[in-house]
């Protein structure tokens, strides 16, 4: 599975940004997606987590209430909708994705990854 992410770029406090991460490859479309995002300095968080059919996700308490994930399995694409930014949504977003795995919020759970999206968020 190879995945492409976009969508990042600069925004004032308070805007909205939709990052997308497009799929290519086996059966793409049957595997759980994610986001993650790493600020500099900091560790690879995880952010958002949508199941293969849509029917489930998950977010990290920060964004819970400001970001949406969802996917078009039509179009083997997954989008992280961003709304309310903050300047500390700063990082480098990356799309990942994993058939099946025991929890879906570490990143050592994700086989497959995007090469990331810079977001950049001022004050």
């Known amino acids: 599975v190879q995945l492409q992410a976009s969508g990042g770029g600069l925004v004032q406090a308070g805007g909205s940004l939709r990052l997308s991460c497009a799929a290519s490859g086996r059966s793409s479309s049957t595997y759980f997606m994610a986001w993650f995002r790493q600020a500099p300095g900091k560790e690879r968080e995880f952010v958002a987590t949508i199941s293969w059919s849509g029917g489930s996700s998950y977010y990290a308490d920060s964004v819970k209430g400001r970001f949406t994930i969802s996917r078009d399995n039509a179009k083997n694409t997954a989008y992280l909708q961003m709304n309310n930014l903050k300047p500390e949504d700063t990082a480098v977003y990356y799309c990942?994705?994993?058939?099946?795995?025991?929890?879906?919020?570490?990143?050592?759970?994700?086989?497959?990854w995007g090469q990331g999206t810079q977001v950049t968020v001022s004050s």
């Open positions: 990942a994705a994993v058939r099946s795995a025991s929890t879906y919020f570490s990143p050592n759970s994700y086989a497959y």
